[in-house]
C-alpha cells in the first residue's frame, strides 16, 4: 500500500503556478511534507484529499485513481484540514458521532465505542458534552484529529496539524500519529522541521509548486555531516561573510549571531563544524546547495 | 477622516461585488416589465400617462418591495462581514471610534442603497422612451415625477429597511439576519397592512405600512381620479408625510439602540440571549506527563463499516435531523414554529366574525385561513417561501460557514445524502409546521366553542395538499442555492423565482406548465367535497414533482464538494457522477415530464381548448370590431324558453334541449336572425321551425347569421331550437370544470346557451384594453341622459324546464315547481313560471342531495334548498323573509309571484344574489350566528331583506345611476323592515355598520349619487340618502314615491326607469322647504362635516338641566375632479341629547332629538332636558355626516355641573 503522485500540475485562475510536474512515492509510515508557507503543500494535500484536481497527473493509492475514485479513496481517508470550524451549539460527543454515521459506522453501539475510544484519546472524553463552542483552538484541533482517525483510516492527510498546539498537546499529537503510522500511509505537512525529524520516516521538502529533495530524514542528515559550519559573529560582519560564504541560516543567541554556512571544506578560522540536523538540510536544499534546485541555480531568480 | 476613509472602503468594496449589480440588474428589469405591462393597473377607470406621477409612484413602491427581498445583502455585509470573516479582532483594535465605524458602514449601506434603488428610476425612463410605446399614452417629461417618487418613497424606504437590516445583522453577527430584518419589514407592509386594512383600520394600516404599499398602492388607486392620476405629484402631506416621519423616527430609534448596544469586544460564539450568563470555556485537564511514554497505544475498535445504499439511507436521516435541528432551532425557525402557530390562532380567531357577525369556525372554513396557494403574494403566507428561501441557504452554507466544509467533504458516499438529507429536513421543519398550524387551527375552533374538528380534513388539506405545495418550492430553493453557490446571489435568484413564480403574467407567461410548481388550485367545500378538483392538481403536481427530481439531478451533479466551485470544474464533476444510477434517475424525470406534460397538456390544449388572456381579450375585440354593426339592427325578442335538461352528477354531464320563442316586437320584418356563441361551447344542432340558411359562422369569436327565406313579420314569432351538451372532456388549464359535480351542480345558461344578436356585454371596457386593440373609446356604462337606451323591451320571458337528475338528487330552475315525477331511475322536475318575468337573462340550474324546507306566505310558495346539514339559518332566513314579504307588499307593491325559491350552492361566499322569484347563497352564508343578545347586529337578516327587495327591482334601463335604481334602493327597503321587526336600535347597528370605512373609505369625487355606479355610491350612498330623506320628511313619503315608481314602471315597456325617475317621484313628495336637500343628495356630491366641540350641562331652579352646545359645522361641494367649495349652510340638522340608557342602545335614552337651523361655522345651541344628560351632539344619528371614526365627533359626553 502506498501512494504514488505522477507529475501532478496545478495553476490557478490567477495565474498563481501552485504545483509544477510534482511527483512524489510514499509508502506507508510518516512522511512529512516540509516547506515554506505558500510552497503548496496544501494544495498538494488537498488533491490526495480528493477535494481538488490537478490540471495534469495522477494520484494512485494502491490499485485505486485517487481522482476517478473517490468516493473509494474517501472510505479509507481521514483529513484534518489546516483550517476548519465546527457547530458551536454541539458536543463534541454529538458530533463526532455524527461524523462515524458519516463514515460509514451504521451501528449505534459501534458508533458509541469508537467515539469514546476517540475521545479518550484525543483527550476530550473529559469534556465531550461541552458545546464545541467553547473550546480552545487546541481542543478544537484534537477533536479535528479524532474525526480524521474515525473508521481506521489507511491514508491520513494532515495539514498543519501542530500549528495552534502547546508543546504539551503538540508532543501528545505527534506521539498519537507516529502509532497510526505503522499500518498506514501518513502524510503531514508542517512548516515546522522538528515535526518531521521527530516522526517521519520519509520527507519531501517543497517549495514553489516544486519538489526540492525527496529523501529519509536520518540519511538527508547523515549527508551533511561536514559540509556545515558554525560560527558566532557580530551583527555587523554578517553582510561581509554572506558575500564570501554559503550562508544557510543565522539564529540569534543571547544578543550573538550564530551562523551556519554550507561547504564541502573548512571554510576559514572561526568557523567550527556543527552536528547537522534537519534544520540544516531544509535550509541548505531552500538555498539551492543539495537536492534539485541545485542544478538550475540561475532560474532561481525570484518571479 | 477616519469615517470617510471606512465609508468610502466599504462602499468600493461592495461596488465591486458581484450581487450589487444583480440587485441594480433586477430591479431595472422589474420596473422595465411593470411599467410596460401595468397589469397593476387593474381599477376600472384607469387611464393614464404611462410616464404619470401616479404610475411612477406605484412603481416605485412595488420596486421598493421587491428591493427589500432581494437587495438584503448590502447592508448585512457592510454590519457583519468583520465578524462574519473572523476580521474583527483586527478591525475592532484599530483605533476608530464607535461613530465611526458604524457610521461609516451604514452610510456606505445606505448610499449604495440609494444607488440601487435609482435602477427602478431608470427601468421607468428606459420603459417609458424605448421604443414600442405608442406616443399617445407618453405623458410629457416630467423630472419633479421621478424625483419625488425617489426623494418621498424610494429613499426613506431605503433609509428604514437599511436601518432595520443593518442592525439586526450587527446584532446577530451575521449578514444574513439582514435577510430577516426584510422579512420582517415586508410582512409589516404587505400582510399586517392588509390584515388592519380589512378590519377597516385603514389610517394605522397607512401609519404602520414601511414602504408604501398601503399609502400610496391601494389608498391613492382609490382615492386619485383619474385625472389626478396623470397629473397630480405625490407630495409630503398628509398620511405619506405621518408616515415617512413615523418609520424615519423609528429608523433613528433603531440606529441609536444598535449605536448604544455596538461594543467592540470579543464576541462568543453564543447568541444574544445568552449573553447575560457566563460562558463556560470547555478545558480538559492536563496529562499528568509528557513524552512518548505518556501516550496511550491506540485502541480504536475496529468496528464494521457499511457503505453503499445502507450508508446512504443512514448518511441522509443523519443529514435531515441535523437540518432539522439546526433549523428549527434558530431564530426563523423559532419565528415559524411558534410565533407563526400562535399569531395564526388569533388571526383565525379574529377571521371566524366577519362585519361584527360571528361565523360558524367549520374546519373547511379554518382551514381556508391557514392555507395558500404559493404564488398568493397577497396572502399572509407568504411569509413561507420566503422563509424557505432563507432556510435553504442557511443549510445548503452550513457546513462551510461552520468550516467544517473540507472535512464533510472529504467523507464518503455521494453527493445525493447532503442534498436529501437537507432537503428532508426542511421537509421535517414544514410537517411540523403544518402539524402546529393544526393545532392552531383546532385551538381556535375549541376556544370559539365548536367541537366537530374534521381532523381527517386537516390531514388531506394541511398535509397533503399544502405540503405538496411548499415542498415542491423547498426543493427549487435548495436547488437554486446548490446551483448557483454564492450566497447572496442565491438568496437573489431564489426570490426573483418566486417573484417570478407569483407574478408569471407579468413576464408573460400564463400557462401552468410553464410555472414552476403552479396548478389549478384544489377547491373544497362542504357540499362538494373536494369536487373534480384534486384529479387535475394531481397531475399538474406529478409534473412538477418529475422537474423536482431533474431539478435534484442537477444538484446532485453540479454540487460543490471540495475547494473549487468553477464553473468547468463542477461541468466536469457533472460528467463523472453522472453514473448510471444518477443516469437513470433522470431519464426517469425527464420521461415523466414528457409523458405527464404530455398528458397535461393533451387535457388542457387538445381536449380543451386554451387561449391566454391575451388571446380571449383580441378575439373579444375583433368580435365588436366585425359585428358591432349589427347592434342596432332589428332582432327578435325572446318571450319564452322551453327547456330540457338532464343532468347527470356522477358523469359529470349535462345535455339540454332547448327552444327559444322570438318575437318580432319591431315595426319593420326581419330577414337575418343573428346568433352569438360561446366559443369553444358551440350549441350543437341549431335549427329554426322556418327554413334558415347559415350564411355566416364564425365559431372563433362566436357569431352565426342565418338568413330566413321567409322574413318574420312584425308582430310574428318563430322559434329557435337548440341543443348544449355541458361534459367535461379531461380538465381545462384553470382545473376541472365544475358545473357539474356529484353533488353541488350549478350552472347556468352562460354555460354554451346561444344568445340572439349582438352581445354588448362581451366587448372590452378598459381604456387600456380597448386601445391596445385599436378599438375606440367607449364609456363605461351610456350616459344617464342617453335617451335611446330608455326606449328598450325589458327582457321578460316565460320559462318553462323539465330537468332531470340522479335519483337521490333535487333539481331547481326559475320557476314554481308544478310536477316531480321519477322515470327510467332518475327524477324529472317540472318548473315553470306564472307567465312572463325576469329582470334579466341569466338564469341558472342546481342539482344536489337538497333537503327542502317548505313554507308558506299568504299564496306564496316558498320552497328552501338546502345541504341537509345546514339547517341553523333556515328558520332566521325564513322569519325575515316574511317580514320583508310583509312590509314590501304593503307599501311598495304586491309581490309579482306566486313562489319563491332559495337555493344553496357550493361555495365559501357569505353573500346572496337575487333574481326573479329566486335568491342563491353560497355555503358561507349558513356560517353567519349572529348573537341573539338583542343588541348585536343581525346582519344576514338585513342582507334576505335585501335580496328580497330585488324582488322589487324594476326593470331598468342600461345607464348611469341603474346600480344606485337596484341596490340602493334594495338597501332602503331593507332598512325598513330591519327597524320594523327589530326597532330603531338595531336600524341604528345595521347604519352604523354600513358607514364603516369597509373596505376603503368614501371617495369625495366622482359623479353625483344620480349617475352612481360604483359600490360605494349604491350599496352606501345611496341608502344613507334615502334614509336621511326618510328621516327629514316622514318615510311614508319616500315610501310612496317608491311605490308609484314601481307601479309606473314595474311593466317592462319602454321607457325603462333611470335615477331621473325615481328623483322625479322624490321631487313629487318633498316639500319645498327640503328641496335642498334632495338636491344636495342626489344632484351633486355634498360633503357635511358636522362637529360638537363642548357640551355642558347646568340644572336649572325648576330641576330641569340646561344643555349648552358648541358645534361647527361645514358643507362643501365636490366636484367629479375632486375640487372641493364650500357651499353656505343655513338648515335643518338634529340635535339630540340623550340620558342614560339601556344596555346595547349606544347612545342611550333621548331626553331632545328636534331639527335646529344650524349655519356654516361656529356656533352655540341650548336646549333644556328633563334628566341629567350624558351625550349630546350635532346629527346624533348621522343623517348628513355620514364619516364615522372610532371617536364619533358629532356627539360629545356632557360635563354636567350641579
Known amino acids: 500500500m502506498h501512494l504514488s503522485i505522477r507529475n501532478i500540475s496545478k495553476t490557478y485562475p490567477n495565474g498563481v503556478r501552485a504545483l509544477d510536474d510534482v511527483s512524489l512515492t510514499i509508502p506507508a509510515g510518516m512522511y512529512g511534507l516540509l516547506g515554506p508557507n505558500g510552497a503548496g503543500k496544501s494544495t498538494l494535500m488537498r488533491m490526495i484529499a480528493t477535494l481538488q484536481e490537478p490540471d495534469a497527473g495522477s494520484i494512485r493509492l494502491g490499485e485505486l485513481d485517487v481522482l476517478r475514485q473517490k468516493d473509494e479513496v474517501r472510505k479509507t481517508l481521514g483529513y484534518l484540514p489546516q483550517e476548519f470550524g465546527v457547530y458551536p451549539k454541539v458536543s463534541a460527543e454529538e458530533l463526532l458521532g455524527h461524523f462515524a454515521l458519516l463514515k460509514g459506522i451504521a451501528t449505534r453501539r459501534a458508533r458509541r465505542e469508537v467515539v469514546e475510544a476517540l475521545l479518550r484519546q484525543v483527550n476530550l472524553w473529559e469534556v465531550r458534552r461541552q458545546k464545541l463552542g467553547g473550546y480552545s483552538g487546541g481542543m478544537k484541533q484534537r477533536f479535528g484529529v479524532a474525526v480524521a482517525l474515525l473508521g481506521s483510516p489507511r491514508l491520513l492527510i494532515v495539514d498543519e496539524p501542530t500549528a495552534g498546539l502547546d508543546p504539551a498537546e503538540r508532543v501528545r499529537f505527534l506521539n498519537l500519529l507516529s502509532e497510526l503510522g505503522e499500518n498506514s500511509v501518513v502524510i503531514l505537512s508542517t512548516h515546522i522541521v522538528e515535526d518531521v525529524s521527530e516522526l517521519c520516516t520519509r520527507m519531501a521538502i517543497i517549495d514553489r509548486g516544486e519538489i526540492l529533495l525527496e529523501a529519509e530524514p536520518l540519511g538527508a542528515i547523515e549527508e551533511m555531516r561536514g559540509r556545515i559550519w558554525r560560527s558566532v559573529i557580530e551583527k555587523g560582519a554578517l553582510a561581509e561573510l554572506e558575500r564570501e560564504h554559503a550562508v544557510i541560516s543565522t539564529k540569534l543567541l543571547g544578543g550573538r549571531t550564530v551562523v551556519h554556512v554550507f561547504s564541502d571544506t573548512a571554510p576559514v578560522p572561526g568557523f567550527e563544524p556543527a552536528e547537522p540536523d534537519l534544520e540544516d538540510v531544509y535550509f541548505s536544499t531552500m538555498a539551492g546547495h543539495v537536492g534539485r534546485r541545485r542544478a538550475q541555480p540561475e532560474l532561481q531568480v525570484a518571479p | ?1202
Open chain 2, 1 to 1202: 477622516m477616519k469615517f470617510r476613509e471606512i465609508f468610502r472602503f466599504e462602499l468600493a468594496y461592495q461596488v465591486r461585488r458581484a450581487w450589487a449589480w444583480l440587485i441594480f440588474a433586477a430591479l431595472l428589469v422589474f420596473a422595465f416589465l411593470m411599467t410596460r405591462d401595468g397589469t397593476l393597473a387593474e381599477a376600472l377607470y384607469d387611464d393614464f400617462f404611462l410616464n404619470s406621477p401616479f404610475a411612477i409612484a406605484k412603481t416605485t413602491v412595488t420596486g421598493s418591495l421587491i428591493w427589500l427581498l432581494v437587495g438584503a445583502a448590502v447592508a448585512g455585509e457592510a454590519a457583519a462581514r468583520d465578524v462574519a470573516t473572523g476580521m474583527h479582532p483586527l478591525t475592532y483594535t484599530a483605533p476608530v471610534s464607535r461613530a465611526a465605524y458604524l457610521g461609516g458602514r451604514f452610510l456606505a449601506a445606505f448610499v449604495l442603497n440609494a444607488l440601487i434603488l435609482l435602477a427602478v428610476q431608470a427601468g421607468i425612463l428606459l420603459a417609458v422612451y424605448s421604443p414600442g410605446v405608442e406616443a399617445e399614452i407618453i405623458g410629457p417629461f416630467r423630472p419633479a415625477a421621478y424625483l419625488t417618487a425617489y426623494g418621498f418613497l424610494a429613499l426613506p424606504n431605503a433609509l428604514v429597511a437599511t436601518a432595520i437590516q443593518f442592525s439586526l445583522a450587527a446584532r446577530l453577527g451575521r449578514p444574513i439576519a439582514s435577510y430577516l430584518g426584510s422579512v420582517l419589514l415586508f410582512f409589516m407592509s404587505h400582510v399586517v397592512g392588509l390584515f388592519l386594512l380589512f378590519q377597516g383600520r385603514q389610517e394605522l394600516a397607512n401609519l404602520l405600512d414601511p414602504i408604501g404599499v398601503h399609502f400610496i398602492l391601494s389608498d391613492l388607486s382609490h382615492l386619485w381620479t383619474t385625472v389626478e392620476k396623470s397629473w397630480r405629484l405625490v407630495e409630503l402631506e398628509g398620511t405619506v408625510l405621518t408616515n415617512r416621519l413615523l418609520w424615519l423616527g423609528i429608523a433613528l430609534g433603531v440606529l441609536a439602540v444598535t449605536y448604544l448596544r455596538f461594543c467592540f469586544a470579543h464576541r462568543a460564539e453564543s447568541t444574544g440571549w445568552r449573553r447575560g450568563t457566563r460562558r463556560q470555556d470547555a478545558r480538559s485537564p492536563i496529562p499528568a506527563s509528557l513524552g512518548v511514554a505518556a501516550s496511550t497505544p491506540i485502541s480504536v475498535p475496529q468496528v464494521p463499516r457499511t457503505f453503499g445504499f445502507a450508508l446512504h439511507a443512514r448518511q441522509t436521516l443523519a443529514i435531515a435531523g441535523d437540518s432539522f435541528r439546526t433549523t428549527a432551532t434558530s431564530w426563523a425557525g423559532l419565528a415559524l414554529l411558534a410565533a407563526i402557530p400562535l399569531l395564526t390562532v388569533l388571526v383565525v380567531l379574529d377571521q371566524m366574525e366577519l362585519n361584527g357577525v360571528p361565523l360558524v369556525p367549520t374546519t373547511a372554513s379554518v382551514i381556508s385561513e391557514l392555507t395558500a396557494p404559493l404564488a398568493a403574494e397577497l396572502s399572509r403566507w407568504v411569509i413561507v417561501p420566503l422563509l424557505l428561501v432563507f432556510f435553504a441557504g442557511e443549510l445548503v452554507w452550513r457546513e462551510r460557514e461552520a468550516g467544517l466544509g473540507e472535512i464533510t467533504d472529504a467523507m464518503p458516499g455521494s453527493e445525493w445524502a447532503p442534498f436529501l438529507g437537507k432537503l428532508l429536513g426542511l421537509g421535517l421543519v414544514l410537517v411540523a409546521f403544518m402539524a402546529l398550524l393544526t393545532a392552531a387551527g383546532m385551538l381556535a375552533q375549541a376556544i370559539l366553542g365548536y367541537r366537530d374538528f374534521e381532523t381527517g380534513l386537516y390531514l388531506k388539506i394541511l398535509f397533503g395538499l399544502q405540503l405538496t405545495e411548499y415542498l415542491l418550492f423547498a426543493l427549487l430553493a435548495l436547488v437554486v442555492h446548490v446551483l448557483v453557490d454564492r450566497k447572496y446571489i442565491g438568496h437573489l435568484v431564489a426570490i426573483i423565482a418566486w417573484v417570478f413564480i407569483a407574478m408569471a403574467s407579468l413576464f408573460g407567461v400564463e400557462h401552468n406548465l410553464l410555472i414552476y410548481g403552479a396548478g389549478p388550485g384544489w377547491s373544497y367545500t362542504e357540499m362538494s367535497g373536494f369536487g373534480p378538483s384534486l384529479g387535475p392538481w394531481l397531475w399538474f403536481k406529478l409534473y412538477w414533482a418529475a422537474w423536482a427530481l431533474l431539478l435534484a439531478v442537477a444538484a446532485r451533479l453540479l454540487w460543490v464538494r471540495g475547494r473549487e466551485s468553477g464553473f468547468r470544474v463542477r461541468l466536469r464533476w457533472a460528467r463523472r457522477r453522472f453514473t448510471p444510477s444518477t443516469a437513470r434517475a433522470a431519464a426517469v424525470a425527464v420521461g415523466l415530464i414528457l409523458t405527464l406534460g404530455g398528458f397535461i397538456f393533451y387535457n388542457t390544449n387538445v381536449l380543451n381548448g386554451y387561449r391566454t388572456d391575451s388571446e380571449i381579450a383580441k378575439l373579444h375585440a375583433e368580435y365588436e370590431q366585425r359585428y358591432k354593426r349589427y347592434e342596432r339592427i332589428p332582432q327578435p325578442r325572446m318571450t319564452a324558453t322551453r327547456l330540457h335538461v338532464e343532468i347527470h352528477p356522477e358523469r359529470r354531464e349535462a345535455r339540454i334541449r332547448g327552444s327559444y320563442t322570438l318575437l318580432n316586437g319591431s315595426a319593420v320584418a326581419i330577414d337575418s336572425i343573428h346568433v352569438t356563441t360561446v366559443p369553444g361551447a358551440e350549441p350543437e344542432a341549431l335549427a329554426f321551425d322556418r327554413t334558415a340558411a347559415l350564411v355566416l359562422s364564425d365559431e372563433d369569436r362566436g357569431y352565426r347569421i342565418y338568413d330566413l327565406e321567409r322574413p318574420l313579420q312584425p308582430g310574428g314569432s318563430l322559434r329557435l331550437d337548440f341543443e348544449v351538451h355541458i361534459e367535461s372532456r379531461g380538465f381545462r388549464e384553470s382545473g376541472a370544470d365544475a358545473s357539474v359535480v356529484a353533488n353541488g351542480t350549478y350552472f347556468t345558461n352562460g354555460n354554451g346557451f346561444p344568445a340572439i344578436g349582438y352581445q354588448q356585454s362581451r366587448e372590452l371596457i378598459t381604456p387600456r384594453e380597448r386601445r391596445e386593440h385599436g378599438l375606440p373609446e367607449r364609456p363605461v356604462i351610456p350616459s344617464l341622459y342617453d335617451v335611446g337606451e330608455r326606449m328598450e323591451w325589458a327582457e321578460r320571458i316565460a320559462f318553462d324546464a323539465v330537468v332531470g337528475t340522479d335519483a337521490d338528487q333535487v333539481a331547481v330552475a326559475p320557476g314554481r315547481l308544478r310536477r316531480t315525477w321519477t322515470e327510467g331511475g332518475r327524477r324529472y322536475f317540472h318548473y315553470s313560471t306564472d307567465g312572463p318575468t325576469g329582470t334579466g337573462l341569466g338564469y341558472g340550474f342546481f342539482s344536489a342531495k337538497y333537503a327542502v324546507r317548505e313554507a308558506r306566505w299568504n299564496d306564496v310558495a316558498i320552497q328552501v334548498f338546502h345541504d341537509p346539514r345546514h339547517t341553523a339559518h333556515l328558520d332566521r332566513m325564513l322569519r325575515s323573509i316574511r317580514a320583508s314579504l310583509d312590509y314590501y307588499t304593503e307599501h311598495f307593491g304586491p309581490y309579482p309571484r306566486g313562489y319563491l325559491s332559495v337555493v344553496e350552492r357550493p361555495g365559501g361566499g357569505t353573500g346572496m344574489h337575487a333574481d326573479a322569484g329566486m335568491i342563491t347563497h353560497g355555503e358561507g352564508f349558513v356560517f353567519w350566528s349572529p348573537k341573539e343578545d338583542g343588541r348585536s347586529l343581525d346582519l344576514p337578516f338585513a342582507v334576505v331583506a335585501h335580496e328580497m327587495a330585488h324582488q322589487w327591482t324594476l326593470p331598468l334601463a342600461f345607464v348611469e345611476g341603474a346600480p344606485v335604481m337596484s341596490e340602493s334602493l334594495a338597501w332602503y327597503y331593507a332598512m325598513q323592515v330591519v327597524r320594523e321587526s327589530h326597532g330603531a336600535p338595531q336600524l341604528r347597528r345595521l347604519l352604523s355598520f354600513m358607514r364603516r370605512p369597509y373596505p376603503n373609505p368614501p371617495i369625495r369625487r366622482g359623479e353625483p349619487l344620480l349617475r352612481g355606479l360604483d359600490p360605494w355610491m349604491s350599496y352606501r350612498k345611496g341608502p344613507f340618502a334615502l334614509y336621511a330623506l326618510g328621516e327629514y320628511m316622514g318615510e311614508e313619503r319616500v315610501n310612496t314615491a317608491l311605490r308609484r315608481l314601481v307601479e309606473k314602471h314595474g311593466s317592462g315597456a319602454p321607457p325603462l326607469a333611470t335615477t331621473l325617475d325615481l328623483y322625479r317621484e322624490l321631487q313629487v313628495v318633498t316639500p319645498d322647504s327640503l328641496r335642498y336637500l334632495l338636491h344636495d343628495l342626489f344632484e351633486v356630491n355634498t360633503f357635511w362635516e358636522l362637529e360638537t366641540e363642548r357640551a355642558a350641562a347646568e340644572q336649572t331652579g325648576a330641576g330641569t338641566w340646561r344643555v349648552t352646545l358648541d358645534v361647527r359645522a361645514r358643507k362643501v361641494v365636490a366636484d367629479s375632479a375632486g375640487v372641493e367649495t364650500e357651499a353656505p349652510m343655513d338648515e335643518w340638522v338634529q340635535i339630540g341629547v340623550f340620558g342614560p340608557g339601556e344596555a346595547g342602545d349606544e347612545l342611550g335614552a333621548p331626553l331632545h332629538v328636534q331639527m335646529h337651523r344650524i349655519r356654516s361655522g361656529e356656533q352655540t345651541i341650548t336646549v333644556t332636558v328633563p334628566r341629567r344628560p350624558v351625550l349630546a351632539g350635532i346629527d346624533p344619528y348621522h343623517l348628513l355626516d355620514w364619516e364615522e371614526r372610532e371617536d364619533d365627533d358629532n356627539i360629545e359626553r356632557v360635563t354636567a355641573r350641579e
